[in-house]
T-cell receptor
Framework: GQNIDQPTEMTATEGAIVQINCTYQTSGFNGLFWYQQHAGEAPTFLSYNVLDGLEEKGRFSSFLSRSKGYSYLLLKELQMKDSASYLCAVRERGQAGTALIFGKGTTLSVSS | GAGVSQSPRYKVAKRGQDVALRCDPISGHVSLFWYQQALGQGPEFLTYFQNEAQLDKSGLPSDRFFAERPEGSVSTLKIQRTQQEDSAVYLC?????????????FGEGSWLTVV
């Protein structure tokens, strides 16, 4: 099984940079995803990492270290609309049932 | 369709009532997932289908929960004799043939309140 940990809440101001950390324990790692979820809405895909290193996509970047069981999501030039829950999810290597297993999410509040 | 569609969006059920939640995945998506999300929590895995085959139902919390996808497209999650602890958002998601990098796309969820 998996154990995924991420901070419950974070706050930041507009224009700033914030880093949301995620640590995981899994018996067979097969990819890590970050999703954004606004209140009352569906989770939407942000990024995917399967190899070590940094993946950059506009204002958002995601980093993975498989040996440390660690990932972070970096959000730059924060905007008010970035206030949301950020979900770290891990996929395990296996046969059937390789669904994503989610952490509890980090609620980010961006203030002006 | 363009996205994953779920119905009803909102459902209020009396305790003991049976409910059925429908999911219409993205056209051509082979894999379909059901998740349960309580307020302030991350989605919890319930069950997974590949086409019409239910390959993993390890997350279903009790035998009151039942899911099916008889023709490999639309899926129904049924909850029998609902209890207050069943109150949650039920998210359906789909993806192309399951491989490590394929993104899972979520519907907006069915919000179930048991009173």
């Amino acid at each position: 099984g998996q154990n995924i940990d991420q901070p419950t809440e974070m706050t930041a101001t507009e224009g700033a940079i914030v880093q949301i950390n995620c640590t995981y324990q899994t018996s067979g790692f097969n990819g890590l995803f970050w999703y954004q979820q606004h209140a009352g809405e569906a989770p939407t895909f942000l990024s995917y990492n399967v190899l070590d290193g940094l993946e950059e996509k506009g204002r958002f970047s995601s980093f993975l270290s498989r040996s440390k069981g660690y990932s972070y999501l970096l959000l730059k030039e924060l905007q008010m609309k970035d206030s949301a829950s950020y979900l770290c999810a891990v996929r395990e290597r296996g046969q059937a049932g390789t669904a994503l297993i989610f952490g509890k999410g980090t609620t980010l509040s961006v203030s002006s | 369709g363009a996205g994953v569609s779920q119905s009803p969006r909102y459902k209020v059920a009396k305790r003991g009532q049976d409910v059925a939640l429908r999911c219409d995945p993205i056209s051509g998506h082979v894999s379909l997932f059901w998740y349960q999300q309580a307020l302030g929590q991350g989605p919890e895995f319930l069950t997974y289908f590949q086409n019409e085959a239910q390959l993993d139902k390890s997350g279903l919390p009790s035998d009151r929960f039942f899911a099916e996808r008889p023709e490999g497209s639309v899926s129904t999650l049924k909850i029998q004799r609902t209890q207050q602890e069943d109150s949650a958002v039920y998210l359906c998601a789909s993806s192309k043939i399951l491989s490590s990098g394929n993104t899972i796309y979520f519907g907006e969820g069915s919000w179930l309140t048991v009173v």
